[in-house]
Nanobody
Framework: QVQLVESGGGLVQAGGSLRLSCAASGSIFSINAMGWYRQAPGKQRELVATIPSGGRITYTDSVKGRFTISRDNAKNTVHLQMNSLKAEDTAVYYC?????????WGQGTQVTVSS
């Protein structure tokens, strides 16, 4: 019915960049908040950035100044530009979207930063 698919993950060296993308498809009538979460091995899933339709963009402190979230409403997509990557950014990154008053999650994409 509704599916979120992430892309753009991979392996990069410390200081490098990656751009994650997430496309929503299916029975989509409206999308409110969209965002990205991540989960590193042995750690809880944490919020990285959100971009709600009626509020301010927010970032977790550890990525401020390095990551940028954006969305294209016409294409039902959300992106995460990640610059100056650090080893501690290594995690599975999950796309999130609020669609028809319900939360939806992507399957996740692996980001590995070598050092």
């Amino acid at each position: 019915q509704v599916q979120l698919v992430e892309s753009g993950g991979g392996l990069v060296q410390a200081g490098g960049s990656l751009r994650l993308s997430c496309a929503a498809s299916g029975s989509i009538f409206s999308i409110n908040a969209m965002g990205w979460y991540r989960q590193a091995p042995g750690k809880q899933r944490e919020l990285v950035a959100t971009i709600p339709s009626g509020g301010r963009i927010t970032y977790t402190d550890s990525v401020k100044g390095r990551f940028t979230i954006s969305r294209d409403n016409a294409k039902n997509t959300v992106h995460l530009q990640m610059n100056s990557l650090k080893a501690e950014d290594t995690a599975v990154y999950y796309c999130y979207a609020n669609i028809r008053s319900a939360p939806y999650w992507g399957q996740g994409t692996q980001v590995t930063v070598s050092s």
